[in-house]
T-cell receptor, first 111, second 118 residues
Framework: ELKVEQNPLFLSMQEGKNYTIYCNYS?????LYWYRQDPGKSLESLFV?????AVKQEGRLMASLDTKARLSTLHITAAVHDLSATYFC???????????FGTGTRLTIIP | GAVVSQHPSRVICKSGTSVKIECRSL??????MFWYRQFPKQSLMLMAT?????????EQGVEKDKFLINHASLTLSTLTVTSAHPEDSSFYIC??????????????FGAGSRLTVL
């Protein structure tokens, strides 16, 4: 059974600081996704990582994938309040369209 | 871009009644749609895979007779919660796969439907 765990589950950080969210998964997987969810809202796709060593950046967010370690990271640079949300990673395998979601990380940026 | 429309966004019903939630892909055809359930402050759990023109595939532990899924066309899937009870209160989210140029499983999510059963 594929398990996806995120660390930490809750994160409060001050504006301007840097931090990293970690996503570990239990079995080999082909693709790793990061999503953002605002309270009461649906999911917004942030990144799709397809291969070992993949790195993608959008604004203050950067995601990377290490398939050998079964680890993905979401790095936040110089956090701003607008980044407050819950972030989910998810994984799947080629030929199987079912996504397995991580536990989620609730990020709160404090002014 | 791909858009998945989900309706209603909020619904309140009495215990014992049935509620239908619609999920439409607006500018693309979706042979497969997915239905997720999310309890407050928790992650998303896949309930079932909706297949156009055939029966849905339910995840283990999901009652198929309670959560009826119909995927009658390439752009519409419906989830009907039958004889709803308070424990069925949750946030239901549908998604559809939009073909990505990279071949990745690019899922587009609907806005979600918050069901409250009194």
């Amino acid at each position: 059974e594929l398990k996806v765990e995120q660390n930490p589950l809750f994160l409060s950080m001050q504006e301007g600081k840097n931090y990293t969210i970690y996503c570990n998964y239990s079995t080999t997987s082909d693709r790793l996704y990061w999503y953002r969810q605002d309270p009461g809202k649906s999911l917004e796709s942030l990144f799709v990582l397809l291969s070992n060593g993949a790195v993608k950046q959008e604004g203050r967010l950067m995601a990377s994938l290490d398939t050998k370690a079964r680890l993905s990271t979401l790095h936040i640079t110089a956090a701003v309040h607008d980044l407050s949300a819950t972030y989910f990673c998810a994984v799947d395998k080629a030929g199987n369209e079912k996504l397995t979601f991580g536990t989620g990380t609730r990020l709160t940026i404090i002014p | 871009g791909a858009v998945v429309s989900q309706h209603p966004s909020r619904v309140i019903c009495k215990s014992g009644t049935s509620v239908k939630i619609e999920c439409r892909s607006l500018d693309f055809q979706a042979t497969t749609m997915f239905w997720y359930r999310q309890f407050p402050k928790q992650s998303l759990m896949l309930m079932a895979t909706s297949n156009e023109g055939s029966k849905a595939t339910y995840e283990q532990g999901v009652e198929k007779d309670k959560f009826l899924i119909n995927h009658a066309s390439l752009t519409l899937s419906t989830l009907t919660v039958t004889s709803a009870h308070p424990e069925d209160s949750s946030f239901y989210i549908c998604s559809a796969r939009f073909p990505g140029s990279s071949g990745a499983n690019v899922l587009t999510f609907g806005a979600g439907s918050r069901l409250t059963v009194l």
